[in-house]
């Protein structure tokens, strides 16, 4: 059993070189924690306002699938569905459309 934390948070794109570095801005605009098992779940009642938004995603103690999709609940995460999370490791995920949820599992 593993926990996956997401932050959902703006975008700002920085700029010193006079090329774009988009980053997360510090204070996410929610976020939530889900105790991960072998079966597919929503991450809390997230959800994305659309584009211009990233989901930060943190497994601990467990690889975790994540998948994100319009109807997270009728839409597993898992093997060839989303991305592969490794234990110890921060991802960050692009929202591409409005009302996207996230769903989550461990890696069995």
Do not use: F
Request: glycine letters at 10%.
């Amino acid at each position: 059993m593993g926990t996956l934390h997401v932050a959902l948070c703006e975008v700002e794109n920085r700029a010193t070189t006079g090329a774009t570095l988009p980053v997360a801005k510090a204070v996410p605009t929610a976020a939530a924690t889900l105790d991960t098992t072998t079966t597919s779940a929503r991450v809390g009642a997230l959800e994305a306002a659309g584009p211009g938004l990233v989901w930060v995603c943190t497994a601990v103690g467990a690889d975790i699938y994540v998948r994100a999709s319009a109807a997270a609940a009728s839409t597993a995460a898992g093997p060839n569905q989303g991305h592969l999370i490794p234990a110890g490791a921060t991802v960050a995920l692009g929202v591409t459309a409005a009302g996207q949820q996230l769903a989550a599992r461990d890696r069995a």
